[in-house]
């Protein structure tokens, strides 16, 4: 089976345009959340994105294509710059486009049908607009990309289970590269207020919103939505070695796996065999894994069951090893999460620097991993590193990268 490394990087997140953005975040233990006031005056948290990411689309485009669609499109020029990979000299029939969301095209169905509730008609393009496969499909004519394109609909596990589907077909032959990564397009009010129908939210402090997000906390109340995209090029390792690419991480191991038990609900035992089928794929035990990037949602059952996950694969290891959840940074990226929160294993295994768990003041005593509270960790030797994404559903994802 052939080695697969990520040699390019484009993001429009919360965090940032860049991985040394990125990377700025993460040593500063600050976070990106920002308070917006909402329709009714109430005081929202949410991880908005830095700038705006349509300002230079064409005014047709805008009107045509979902704005997921836009922000994979965008991610996708920055991550093929990144790489140096030179289409002209590739074999495009062997390089592939997967994107993982949560919503997908969501923000066309809801106008459309805003627009059929306030003209009894809907715009002729609503239904090309919102297709989710647009996601993938978009890319792939931007680029003239003619292997395999796909969009994996997995709720908050979609981003992993697409890096992970893109990093088989390339190790197994199939393909020879691929753009992966994950979107969740700016939040429309009615996706919001639906969110906010949930109860999952967290409760938020108008005076300090940044701190709405506290994983890990005997006083944590929910998550965070943000938004945004992460595509990386994944090659195989020989060809990205023989053009002199810049490589950040080689993937080592994927694990997926389904709770079948409950679709709000998470076990803890799901979690477990993601985890171990990760290590297992990558030929790792629990002493190799220097980072855990958890999941950390902040929620009064998604925390707990994280914790006894990790716990049942890493047995005594597990409390030696940093755990944190960079969702206390940036926001819940839902679909994308896994995308942007791979950033900090590369971080990590690059420069040393493991991002810690913002907003950790009040530690739930139930809870005896170590989870970098507040503070950056600097000068870590980490050679391997975990990244978890489980989703409503239970759907479980984990990637496992090293050095390369």
Not at 40 to 69: I, K, T, Y
Not at 265 to 274: I, L, R
Not at 373 to 402: E, K
Request: charged letters at 20%; aromatic letters at 6%.
């Amino acid at each position: 089976m052939r080695e697969v490394v990520i040699t390019g990087i484009g993001m429009r997140t919360p965090l940032g345009n860049s991985l040394d953005a990125a990377r700025a975040v993460f040593a500063s233990g600050r976070p990106v959340v920002r308070g917006e006031t909402g329709p009714l005056g109430e005081v929202r948290a949410l991880g908005r994105l830095a700038d705006d990411p349509f300002a230079d689309f064409p005014r047709v485009d805008r009107m045509m294509v979902d704005p997921a669609s836009l922000l994979t499109m965008r991610c996708s020029d920055d991550a093929m710059a990144d790489s140096g990979l030179d289409l002209a000299m590739a074999d495009r029939n062997r390089i592939g486009v997967f994107v993982g969301s949560g919503q997908g095209a969501s923000t066309a169905t809801i106008e459309g049908t805003i627009g059929y509730k306030e003209k009894n008609q809907f715009r002729p393009f609503t239904i090309l607009r919102g297709l989710a496969n647009g996601l993938a499909n978009h890319v792939s004519m931007r680029h003239q990309l003619y292997g395999e394109s796909l969009v994996i609909m997995l709720a908050c596990a979609a981003s992993n289970a697409a890096i992970g589907a893109a990093y088989r077909q390339i190790r197994d032959g199939y393909m020879d590269a691929a753009l992966a990564g994950g979107v969740e397009a700016p939040h429309h009010e009615v996706a919001i207020r639906a969110w906010e129908a949930m109860r999952v939210l967290a409760k938020v402090d108008p005076e300090h919103p940044e701190r709405s997000s506290r994983p890990f906390a005997g006083d944590r109340t929910g998550l965070v939505l943000g938004e945004g995209c992460v595509l990386y090029m994944l090659e195989e390792a020989s060809q990205a070695r023989a053009r002199g690419a810049r490589i950040y991480a080689r993937i080592a191991g994927f694990g997926v796996s389904s709770d079948g038990a409950h679709i709000a609900h998470p076990e803890a035992e799901g979690q477990a065999k993601a985890l171990t089928a990760c290590l297992r794929e990558a030929g790792a035990g629990p002493a190799d894994i220097g980072y855990i990037n958890a999941h950390g949602t902040a929620t009064p059952t998604g925390d707990p069951a994280e914790v006894e996950s990790i716990g049942k694969v890493l047995g005594s290891y597990a409390q030696q090893v940093p755990v944190s959840s960079t969702k206390s940074l940036h926001g819940h990226l839902l679909g994308a999460a896994g995308a942007i929160e791979l950033l900090a294993p590369i971080v990590a295994l690059r420069d040393g620097v493991i991002a810690p768990t913002a907003n950790l003041d009040v530690p739930d005593p139930a809870f005896h991993l170590d989870f970098v509270p507040n503070v950056p960790r600097t000068g870590q030797n980490v050679q391997a590193a975990i990244s978890s994404n489980f989703a409503f559903g239970g759907s479980n994802a984990c990637l496992l990268l090293t050095r390369a």
